[in-house]
Every structure is written in C-alpha cells, then in structure tokens.
C-alpha cells in the first residue's frame, strides 16, 4: 500500500510538472519555407490560385494513398476548393481562402482535425527571379503531448514544404520553356 501511495504522488507530481511545462510553450506552431523561382509574378500566383493542379507539385497530395476525388472550383477565385479522399476513406480538404496581388492564404483541414491555416507570398527579389514563402500555422491544444508534438513535428512539415516548392519551382522552370 506504501508503494502504491508514493507511486501515485510520483505520476500526480509529474503531471503537473509537464502541464507547467506545456503550459509555457506556444499555443501556435509556424514552419516556413522559400524558395527562388525565375519566372514572372503572374505565373506563379496563377498556378498557386489553380488548386487542381497542386497534386503535380505538393506533396502533402502526393502520398502513394491519396486518391483525389472532385476538384471544384466555385465562380469566384477566393472560393475554390480541393478534397480527396485518403486510402482509408478519410476525407481532406484545401480551400482557397484569400488571394491578393502578393499571395494566397488556404485553409487546410486533414480527417477530423482542426484547420491550418497555410500561405504563400511572392516577393521580387531580383529582376528576373521571385521569392516564394510558404507557410503553416498551426494552433495547438493545450495538452502537453500536443505541445511537444508541435515542437518536434516541425522539421518534418519542413522538409516536406521545401521539397514541394522545389518541385514547385521546376514545374514552373519547365513551363517557362
């Protein structure tokens, strides 16, 4: 019974120890990335506003499970929408929420979970090249575990948004042709 008893002040004592702990990180998550692109302004929001030609490029889309199901685009720009369905049958969502002169911001929604908001910028760096950035911001529930989920997933998130603006950029590159 003395074992039991300190063993449970030592998990109470250590809970509230990772929820004051949790309770100093952020609630709010942004991983960012960029990447040149020498191709003209227009050219690039364009593809970025056509929402049916992301899965050539992201590959958030481009997981061997996903199956894309009817992509719609409404009559307005600000409006249009991707969803798919995974190889579970989880349904996703991407909607274009607003679209400027100088960039885009979505709205992302996987499965059940809560949106993301997603955006990208372009910025003329040099006379013949653009700037795209590309941003995630992520809320994060005040539990601890999705705290230290939302400092640690980080690089993953990372590497995958550079990999696609790569990818991203040599679609451009070979269109420019």
Same mark, same amino acid.
């Given at each position: 019974?003395?074992?039991?008893?300190?063993?449970?002040?030592?998990?109470?004592?250590?809970?509230?120890?990772?929820?004051?702990?949790?309770?100093?990180?952020?609630?709010?998550?942004?991983?960012?990335?960029?990447?040149?692109?020498?191709?003209?302004? /227009?050219?690039?929001?364009?593809?970025?506003?056509?929402?049916?030609?992301?899965?050539?490029?992201?590959l958030?889309?481009?997981?061997?499970?996903?199956?894309? *199901?009817?992509? *719609?685009?409404? *009559?307005?720009?600000s409006?249009?929408?991707?969803?798919?369905?995974?190889?579970?049958?989880? @349904?996703?969502?991407?909607?274009?929420k607003?679209?400027?002169? /100088?960039?885009?911001?979505t @709205?992302?929604?996987?499965?059940?979970?809560?949106?993301?908001?997603?955006?990208f910028?372009?910025d003329?760096?040099?006379?013949?090249?653009?700037q795209?950035?590309?941003?995630?911001?992520?809320?994060?529930?005040?539990?601890?575990w999705e705290?230290?989920?939302?400092?640690?997933?980080?690089?993953?998130?990372?590497? *995958?948004?550079?990999?696609?603006?790569?990818?991203?950029? /040599?679609?451009?590159?070979?269109?420019?042709?």
């Amino acid at each position: 019974m003395r074992i039991l008893k300190a063993f449970s002040f030592a998990l109470v004592g250590l809970s509230a120890v990772l929820l004051a702990i949790s309770a100093l990180l952020p609630g709010q998550v942004v991983n960012s990335r960029s990447v040149l692109v020498a191709a003209p302004p /227009d050219t690039i929001l364009a593809e970025l506003r056509d929402l049916s030609a992301w899965p050539a490029w992201n590959l958030l889309l481009q997981d061997a499970s996903m199956v894309p *199901t009817a992509p *719609t685009s409404a *009559t307005k720009q600000s409006e249009s929408s991707l969803r798919w369905q995974d190889a579970r049958g989880v @349904e996703h969502l991407i909607q274009l929420k607003q679209a400027g002169p /100088d960039g885009i911001v979505t @709205e992302m929604r996987f499965g059940q979970g809560d949106p993301m908001e997603s955006g990208f910028s372009i910025d003329l760096r040099f006379p013949d090249s653009v700037q795209i950035n590309w941003y995630v911001l992520e809320n994060l529930a005040w539990y601890p575990w999705e705290k230290f989920y939302g400092m640690v997933s980080g690089g993953m998130k990372e590497q *995958t948004m550079q990999e696609s603006l790569i990818r991203l950029r /040599d679609r451009l590159h070979i269109r420019k042709r």
